[in-house]
């Protein structure tokens, strides 16, 4: 005798395309996790592939016009597009302007895009950005060192959205820049300068006159930029200022540091190596300010500071994480003594202390009895913290850390 057919047999001809519609689909994909799992639903068949394209937001492709425009028709809601390339494997000839026109005229719905180290860019591809993605609100084009004012300006007055930009190592870039910006892009969060020397302390000031909302600034080897400019951002910045990257700025000084205390209680950055007029006056109010924001300083090469500076530091700023004093060649083991007691414990993971001659391992040991998260630590160049002096004394490192003797060990991403 035959079984009854199950109640949840499908009726003949039945398949899950024809169950399922696109908004269905579309629920299925939205739910996977991984670009790989992602991938592998656009395998199944041409619909699901043309459904995984439309709903694909990041791409990165070394591609023609031709090409970009085929790409543009088929990833119809792509928002960000990645085109930078590398410094050791470029390839030619590279993104041109012609490729920046046909993205331009293609994507209109683009949020992000990279650009960098496509050297061969000019300001004709940034005109044709400018005129054509009203709605970009990233651009990267670090080390693009073709760009000048021209191009950009372009940029900040058909970009009105824009809230981060790098330009890294745009060398011709001027103050004349950051007036387009201030004009144009009020809601700018995130702002690259990095070894653009041509900016000033008026350029900076003219800039927070109408981007006031800038969080992340890096203008890192400006040598142009000193107390005043800093203490323009300071205070037109108070509230929304988590990153300042102030790196090798020599005619930055305490004035600039002590601004930063008085209004900017939100830092979570600070990285001022290099700053040499910087003292202990000033680190000390830095650290009583940003307490509980602080989470990464970089002080390396600020001759001036001592074991006062260190010390506030790692007793008051609970919240750190990465740590710099490299080449401060004053600091002792005196910066350590208030560590050691079971009521501080240091959320340090990331010291670079190389270049100390003064610290030996008894500092060191008074640092790993309050902090059991270290994994790396850069001692390289202090003569009385060796491995084999460590193993003589019996420090016991955290099974995690990774202990830098020699320069053996590369260092973290965000000590480079």
Sequence with gaps: MEEPPSSHTQPAGVTINTALGDDDLTAVLSLLQTEKDKEAFGLVCKRWLNLQNTQRKKLSVRAG?????????RFTRLQELDLSQSLSRSFYPGVTDNDLSAIASSFTCLRVLLLKNCKGITDSGMVAIG????????????????????????????????????????????????????ENCSNLEELGLGGCNSITDSGLAVLVKGCRKIRHLDVNKCSNIGDVGISNISK?????????????????????????????????????????????????????????????????????????SVDRILSLCTKLEILDIG???EVTD???????????????????????????????????????????????????????????????????????????????DVLC
């Excluded at 004394?393 to 260092?411: D, H, Q, R, T």
Aim: some cysteine; charged content about 20%; aromatic content about 4%.
């Design 65 to 73: 016009p031709h090409m970009l425009r085929k790409l543009s028709a």
């Design 131 to 182: 005129s054509g993605l009203s709605s970009l609100q990233s651009l990267d084009v670090s080390c693009c060192r073709k760009l000048t004012d021209k191009g950009l300006s372009a940029v900040a007055m058909g970009c009105h959205d824009l809230k981060v930009l790098h330009l890294a190592g745009c060398r011709f870039v001027t103050d004349a820049l950051l007036r387009a910006l201030s």
């Design 236 to 308: 037109a910045c108070a509230s929304s200022l988590q990153t300042l990257k102030i790196l090798d700025c020599y005619k930055v000084g305490d004035e600039s540091i002590l601004s930063l205390a008085r209004n900017c209680k939100n830092l979570e950055t600070l990285i001022i190596g290099g700053c040499r007029n910087v003292s202990d006056e000033s680190i000390m109010a830095i650290a009583a300010a940003c307490s509980q924001s602080l989470k990464n300083l970089r002080m390396d090469w600020c001759l001036n500071l001592s074991d006062l």
């Design 327 to 329: 080449c401060c060649e």
């Design 334 to 412: 005196a910066a350590f003594q208030g560590l050691g007691n079971e009521y501080l414990k240091l959320n340090l993971r990331i010291l670079r202390i190389s270049n100390c001659p003064k610290i030996t391992t008894d500092g060191i040991r008074k640092l790993l009895k309050s902090c059991d998260v270290l994994e790396y630590l850069d001692v390289r160049s202090c003569p009385h913290v060796t491995k084999a002096g460590c193993d003589e004394v019996g420090l016991l490192f955290p099974e995690i850390c990774k202990v830098n003797f020699s320069g053996s060990l590369a260092e973290p």
